[in-house]
Structure formats: C-alpha cells, structure tokens
C-alpha cells in the first residue's frame, strides 16, 4: 500500500479538523479547513483510503507545502 502525503496549499491557519487518525476516507473528503487571508480552504484527500495521521490542530500556523496529514492508500 502507498503512503500518500497531503500538504497544504496555502499560508495560513488551521480553523477546523474534521477527520482523526484511523478513519476510512474517500477521494474528495473534507479532511480540514485552513484559513487564510479571511478565506475557507479545504484539504482534501487526494486517494481512498486509511488516514494515517493528521499532523497538525485547529489554531496552528501552517505553511504552503507543510505535510499536514498522511493516507495510506
């Protein structure tokens, strides 16, 4: 199975997360939302599968390109 690496778009805030390690996720799934710049933007999943890990809670400072998460898919 391939460990796929989700990372973050943009700079700025995580405002919510709304999947937990363990959880079954579809391709399209709203893992988390970032703000940024007064803006809602979702994290997707990129492929079915097995989240591993979120790395990061709601009121962190993120980076553009910052793993956030981790699917096995």
Same mark, same amino acid.
């Given at each position: 199975?391939? *460990?796929?690496?989700?990372? !973050?778009?943009?700079?700025?805030?995580?405002?919510?997360?709304? /999947?937990? /390690?363990?959880?079954?996720?579809?391709?399209?799934?709203?893992?988390?939302?970032?703000? !940024?710049?007064?803006?809602?933007?979702?994290?997707?999943?990129? %492929?079915?599968? *097995?989240?591993? /890990? +979120?790395?990061?809670?709601?009121?962190?400072? %993120?980076?553009?390109?910052? +793993?956030? /998460?981790? +699917?096995?898919?």
């Amino acid at each position: 199975m391939a *460990r796929v690496e989700i990372e !973050s778009d943009v700079q700025g805030n995580v405002w919510k997360v709304l /999947a937990a /390690a363990g959880e079954t996720v579809a391709a399209g799934d709203v893992l988390m939302i970032l703000e !940024s710049m007064k803006m809602e933007i979702p994290v997707e999943a990129p %492929v079915a599968g *097995r989240l591993l /890990a +979120v790395h990061v809670t709601p009121g962190q400072a %993120v980076a553009e390109g910052q +793993v956030v /998460a981790l +699917v096995e898919a």
